[in-house]
C-alpha cells in the first residue's frame, strides 16, 4: 500500500515538526546567560607603552600592573602607580607624571589619576594633588581639588578649587588661588 507523494510529503513534514517541537527545549536562565555580556579582564607586567599622535611620539608610560577590562565601557587601570614622561618634538622630555593610581576610560580619551599624584616640568615647576584627570585630545590636566604647586626660589601657590592646566605645566588656571609669588618690577604680566 503506497501512498500518493503529496500525502506522504504532507506526513513527512508533521512528523519531522513534532520531532522538532518536542526535541528543542531551552532553559529559560540558560537563554538569559546567553545574552548576558562577559567582562573580561586581562592583565599585564612590568608595562611600558608608547602614545603617538599624528606619527609623532607623545610619551611613554611605565606601570608595574596593568589591567585592561573589556565591558560596555571598556577601561584600563594602572593600579599599583604608573609613570609618564612627556615628550616635546624632538623628543626630549618636557615634563613628568607620577601617581599611585591610575585609570584610562579608553571611550572617553581621558585618565583619572590619584593617591599623591606630582607633575614636574624642566622649567622646575611641581604640581601636587590628591585626585586629577587628563585629557588626551586637549593635552590639559584639571581637577576640583585643592592642588599646591612648588616653583622655583620656593615659590609655592595654592589652589583651593583646583585647576586646568596644560600638560607642560607653562599655562595653570587656578580655581581660587593663594600664596606667595615673586612679582616682576615692571608690575604684573597681563
Not at 44 to 60: F, P, V
Not at 113 to 136: A, K, P, Y
Not at 179 to 187: A, D, H, Q, Y
Request: proline share 4%; charged share 25%.
Amino acid at each position: 500500500m503506497f501512498l500518493p507523494v503529496h500525502k506522504f510529503l504532507k506526513a513527512a513534514t508533521v512528523t519531522v515538526s513534532c520531532f522538532f517541537l518536542f526535541a528543542c527545549e531551552n532553559d529559560m536562565n540558560e537563554v538569559r546567560e546567553l545574552g548576558k555580556q562577559k567582562n573580561t579582564v586581562e592583565e599585564g607586567k612590568n608595562i611600558e607603552g608608547y602614545l603617538s599622535q599624528t606619527a609623532k611620539m607623545k610619551a611613554k608610560l611605565t606601570a608595574p600592573l596593568m589591567r585592561r577590562y573589556i565591558t560596555d565601557s571598556p577601561y584600563i587601570e594602572f593600579p599599583n602607580t604608573l609613570h609618564v614622561d612627556f615628550f616635546n618634538d624632538s623628543l626630549q622630555v618636557e615634563s613628568q607624571l607620577n601617581s599611585k593610581y591610575g585609570r584610562y576610560k579608553q571611550n572617553e580619551n581621558r585618565i583619572f589619576l590619584r593617591d599623591s599624584v606630582v607633575i614636574f616640568n624642566t622649567l622646575g615647576d611641581t604640581l601636587h594633588c590628591m585626585e586629577l584627570w587628563w585629557d588626551q585630545a586637549t593635552e590639559k590636566y584639571y581637577t576640583d581639588k585643592p592642588v599646591r604647586i612648588h616653583r622655583p626660589r620656593g615659590q609655592i601657590i595654592y589652589g583651593r578649587y583646583g585647576l586646568v592646566a596644560n600638560q607642560t605645566l607653562t599655562d595653570i588656571q587656578l580655581n581660587s588661588g593663594s600664596g606667595r609669588v615673586e612679582v616682576p618690577k615692571e608690575g604684573m604680566p597681563e
